[in-house]
Structures are given as C-alpha cells and as structure tokens.
C-alpha cells in the first residue's frame, strides 16, 4: 500500500529506479559484466645470451628488446593498463600513456628516419589525407593507448607488476 501522499505512480517510478541501481555493478560500467577474456598476458623479452637466445616460459608471444616497435607496442601495453584504473576519462589517461611511452615512440622513429631518411608526404592508407611516416606513427601510438587503457578497462585486466612507480620488464 502506498504511504499517505504517495501515490502508485510515484511508488513504482521509485521501485523501478531502486531495480535499475540493483542491476549496476560496483565498476560503473553500466551494470556489465567484466571479461577478463578480453586482457593480453605481457610479452616477456628475449634475452641474447651466449649460447642462443633464451626466454622463460609464457603464454605471451616473446619480443626482441632490440625491436623498437615491439619496445613500444610493450610500453604502451603496460603503461595503458597500470594506469586505466585512474577515475579520468580514458583519452585524457591515454594521453598520459602516450607521454609515458615517447622514449619508445622516439625510437622507433629515429629507426624510420634511419631506414628510409626521405619524410615526404604521402597519402594515408587510412584517411587518404597527406601525412608522414612519423605522423603516422604518432597517430598509431595514440590509437593503441586508448585501446589499452579502454582494454583494461573493460577486462577489468591486472596491472602489470610495478618498481618505483614504473611497470617492471619494459622492452628498451
């Protein structure tokens, strides 16, 4: 029965709204489950040693610490999900991500500029608008740290371990 001055209408406005909170879950993610199906396992790096090359075990695929665009698919990985669980947005937080890796980005683009010193602009094979290699990098990095923060996120995906306020085993 309705109190007094409460009327049926009122009352099931105010029930339906208690079922859709019930039906949030704590991660503000609109009431959706996690997959953590969704989360990648970090690579472990290849270590060149004298013998051969040697990696422990793992279900991530090993990189070469000596690749730069493997360093920074890596850098961006590990620095995207240690800092997705910030409250902000996720582009303000990729940006960060990015600013975390530009060593790596660097890098790879002075690899670029090494392999092939002519910078011309050619068209994108995405937008088709004229660009450059390095543009074209910077634009790829920024994509990929919004996809690893936005990742995480969704997986509700585990930090990487952590040293010093940075993730450990980062390629160089």
């Known amino acids: 029965m309705a109190g007094p001055g409460m009327r049926t209408p009122q009352l099931l406005a105010v029930a339906l709204a208690a079922a859709s909170l019930a039906a949030c879950t704590e991660s503000g993610n609109g009431g959706l489950a996690a997959d953590g199906a969704v989360c990648q396992p970090f690579a472990k790096t290849v270590v060149a040693t004298g013998s051969g090359t040697t990696a422990p075990p793992a279900p991530a695929p090993a990189v070469s610490a000596g690749d730069p665009t493997a360093a920074l698919e890596d850098c961006l990985h590990r620095w995207g999900y240690a800092l997705a669980h910030s409250g902000d947005d996720a582009q303000p937080v990729a940006n960060a991500v990015l600013a975390a890796c530009g060593p790596s980005l660097s890098r790879w683009n002075q690899q670029a500029l090494v392999t092939a010193p002519a910078a011309d602009q050619a068209p994108s094979l995405i937008t088709g608008q004229p660009t450059t290699p ?15 923060v936005v990742q995480a996120r969704a997986g509700k995906c585990a930090s990487p371990p952590m040293k010093d306020g940075v993730p450990t085993g980062l390629l160089n």
Not at 136 to 148: N, T, V
Request: glycine residues 0%; hydrophobic residues 45%; aromatic residues 26%.
């Open 134 to 148: 390095l543009n074209e990098h910077f634009i790829y990095a920024q994509s990929r740290a919004l996809f690893y």
